[in-house]
């Protein structure tokens, strides 16, 4: 049996500046927790400006950061990034390089980028002490498909990008708004030819029935109500759970990471279709799941022994002096999640530890742009913030004792030997 150890998952770190020498002893307790871990996590929300040069191929919301930022959270503690997100692409492919380059030359556990599409969707496995440990990181977009990596075929070379979870957008309506679409379609004699003229290479391709209307991109369906939904392409999905399948049946501890902006009205709740992918991963042999893109904190699940972090929000938050539509609180407050496993690999224990980036105090105050590093949220507010992530996830099965700031783990965890030794065979 092999030793226990623990796991600590944070927000997103969307880290433009090296903030190692900040010296607040609320942060300063923060990295500790950080920095005790066998294996501490954070997405890399961002792209490295380095060796490889690259142009920026955004016009808003366009980031990349010097390489130095990867120090900060080597300095933080952190050990593992996953690097699939809306920002890994913003310097084209070759920030996705430098970046492939600068992680690796600090020996982080990483994956989620690529030379190719093979190379992107691969696990990164690294030897924490006597335990083996992958990372699998997927982005579901919406982003345009140049951003995912692709392999070469033909005369057509291929791009390094995105480890890409292919997903489509389908709005169903009812009879009276199908037709008005129709109708629309019609009064500007709309036909695929024209359509065409403005086609994106990630635009649906064809319809599966006369219930269907492309309109302009977007795939509306007649239904009796009315619904958004998004389509896990199933090759797809077979893809990306067979990498965790092979990881896992090497007997590693599988951590499986999902970047997406397919956000429902309130951002605080889970979309129906990353629940059902977040059970297929641990299904698959995941021991881990943890997912960031709407920057606020989701529930939390315990499914098959395995906790699921539907929503982490933000770790760090660096924002342009100007920027300033960014005012929910939400935003600003987050969670450190300490796991702690057994030497099977079941979890024990989950501890919760608030934080807000740049302290209570600042959340009223119109400088974002300041809000450098967290720090551990006080008495009143910690209670509140677990107190709330607790009404959310209860659900989903999931006791939270705000005294206690912990995640009460079912006794049982049989199910979670047994899935392990499905897969290890």
């Known amino acids: 049996m092999l030793s226990p150890f623990t796991l600590v998952l944070t927000g997103q770190s969307l880290i433009h500046h090296d903030v190692r020498h900040v010296s607040d002893q609320s942060f300063a307790a923060i990295k ?4 005790k871990a066998d294996v501490s996590f954070t997405n890399f929300e961002g792209t490295i400006f380095g060796r490889h040069g690259g142009w ?37 492919p070759s920030g ?36 083996k440990v992958a990372l699998i990181s997927m982005d579901a977009g919406p982003g345009p498909d140049i951003m995912y990596a692709d392999n070469a075929s033909g005369t057509r070379p291929a ?72 389509i896990l392409h ?22 499986a990471y999902l970047h997406h902006h397919h956000w429902e009205p309130d951002w605080r709740e889970v979309p129906a279709w990353v629940q059902t992918f977040a059970r297929s991963c641990v299904d698959a042999g995941a021991n881990a799941f943890a997912s960031h893109g709407a920057p606020v904190l989701q529930p939390i699940e ?8 539907y929503g982490l929000g933000n770790f760090l938050f660096h924002l342009p002096e100007g920027e300033d539509e960014w005012v929910s609180h939400d935003i600003w407050k987050s969670i450190v999640a300490t796991c702690a496993f057994d030497g099977d690999n079941r979890l024990k224990s989950i501890d919760l530890h608030p934080i807000v980036i740049g302290g209570e105090s600042q959340l009223n105050a119109n400088n974002y742009h300041k809000r450098l590093v967290p720090v551990l949220a006080p008495k009143e507010l910690s209670y509140s913030m677990l107190d709330e ?28 030997t047994t899935r392990r030794a499905e897969h290890a065979q």
């Open 32 to 35: 500790e927790l950080i920095q």
């Open 56 to 92: 920026p191929l955004k016009g808003a919301y366009f980031g990349c950061s010097p390489a130095v930022v990867l120090d900060s959270l080597k300095d933080m503690g952190f050990n593992a990034l996953a690097l699939s997100n809306n920002h890994a692409f913003d310097l084209g």
């Open 96 to 131: 996705v390089l430098s970046t492939l380059e600068e992680v690796g030359g600090r020996d982080f556990l990483h994956a989620g980028i690529g030379v190719d599409r093979s190379d992107a969707r691969k696990a990164g496995m690294k030897q924490f002490g006597e335990r």
């Open 159 to 230: 791009r390094p990008g995105v480890n890409k979870l292919d997903v489509s957008r389908v709005f169903e309506v009812d009879d009276e708004k199908f037709a008005t679409l129709r109708s629309i379609q019609e009064t500007f004699v709309s036909n695929p030819m024209e359509r065409g003229n403005y086609a994106q290479p990630d635009d649906p391709r064809e319809l599966s029935s006369s219930d269907e209307i492309d309109f302009y991109g977007t795939i509306f369906r007649r239904s009796p109500e009315n619904r958004r939904r998004i």
């Open 234 to 255: 199933e090759q797809s999905l077979q893809g990306q759970l067979a990498t965790i399948r092979k990881a896992a049946s090497e007997g590693a501890f599988v951590i």
């Open 302 to 309: 315990i499914y098959r022994g395995a906790p699921i972090f």
């Open 389 to 416: 992530l607790s009404r959310r996830s209860q659900k989903y099965g999931t006791t939270i004792s705000p005294e206690e700031a912990r995640v009460i783990a079912p006794e049982s965890n049989s199910r979670q």
